[in-house]
């Protein structure tokens, strides 16, 4: 099975790209999202530091923003109990498609959390990043603080891009990326 890791900035379309290229995809954001929404051990584990900031069910994401912007020292905290039950995940998702010919891990901490394996592709997502900028903005809860907390806890896009197999332009234009993902799959499958 070929693993295809897709790596770049927040935002900067990593996800919708992963999907494009229609094989299975291990999206560990959704994951986190789905462990935050269903897991009550997780929602336990997490009260249990957090008494005072997390005392509803589901997990409000928004809420873990303002704990780590409170203190950015309980960054670490949660990615401790969040990421062995990701990892967790991962590995169910790689047992289940390993007769597949190539899954592709959409995981914002990939290289970070060292799960790269040398046989894996991993593609870079080049977008600008006055784009990426106008494109989070939008989103719910956007925070430049947290954001700039996350790009100074992961290796520097340009790193990234660096040791990158492939890398592929995105300016945010569905019919282009759809190209694009057709082309990379083309080269690297068949």
Same mark, same amino acid.
């Given at each position: 099975? *070929?693993r295809i %890791?897709?790596?770049?900035?927040?935002? +900067?379309?990593?996800?919708?790209? %992963?999907?494009?290229?229609? $094989?299975?995809?291990?999206? %560990?954001?959704?994951?986190? +999202?789905?462990?935050?929404?269903?897991?009550?051990?997780?929602? /336990?584990? @997490?009260? &249990?530091?957090?008494?005072?900031?997390?005392?509803?069910?589901? $997990?409000n994401k *928004?809420?873990?923003?303002? *704990?780590?912007?409170?203190?950015?020292?309980?960054?670490?905290?949660?990615?401790?109990?969040?990421?062995? /039950?990701?990892?967790?995940?991962?590995? #169910?998702?790689?047992?289940?498609?390993? &007769?597949?010919?190539?899954?592709?891990?959409? $995981?914002?901490?990939? @290289?970070?959390?060292? /799960?790269?394996?040398?046989?894996? #592709?991993?593609?870079? #997502?080049?977008?600008?990043?006055?784009?990426?900028?106008?494109?989070?903005?939008?989103?719910?809860?956007?925070?430049?603080k947290i954001?700039?907390? @996350?790009?100074?806890?992961?290796?520097?896009?340009?790193?990234?891009?660096?040791? %990158?197999?492939?890398?592929?332009?995105?300016?945010?234009?569905?019919?282009?990326?759809?190209?694009?993902?057709?082309? @990379?799959?083309?080269? #690297?499958?068949?």
């Amino acid at each position: 099975m *070929i693993r295809i %890791a897709v790596l770049g900035d927040i935002g +900067s379309g990593k996800s919708f790209f %992963a999907k494009q290229l229609k $094989i299975p995809v291990f999206n %560990a954001d959704q994951v986190v +999202s789905d462990l935050y929404n269903g897991d009550k051990r997780l929602f /336990l584990k @997490l009260k &249990k530091i957090f008494p005072k900031q997390i005392n509803s069910f589901p $997990i409000n994401k *928004i809420n873990l923003m303002e *704990i780590i912007k409170n203190n950015e020292k309980n960054f670490k905290k949660i990615i401790k109990i969040v990421h062995p /039950l990701v990892r967790e995940k991962m590995n #169910i998702f790689l047992k289940k498609n390993k &007769k597949q010919k190539a899954v592709v891990l959409d $995981i914002p901490l990939f @290289l970070e959390n060292k /799960l790269n394996l040398n046989t894996d #592709i991993l593609v870079f #997502i080049d977008s600008k990043r006055s784009e990426i900028m106008k494109r989070l903005k939008k989103r719910t809860g956007f925070s430049l603080k947290i954001y700039n907390f @996350l790009k100074k806890n992961q290796i520097a896009v340009d790193k990234k891009k660096q040791i %990158a197999d492939f890398v592929i332009k995105n300016n945010f234009n569905s019919r282009t990326i759809k190209i694009e993902a057709k082309n @990379l799959l083309n080269k #690297i499958i068949i």
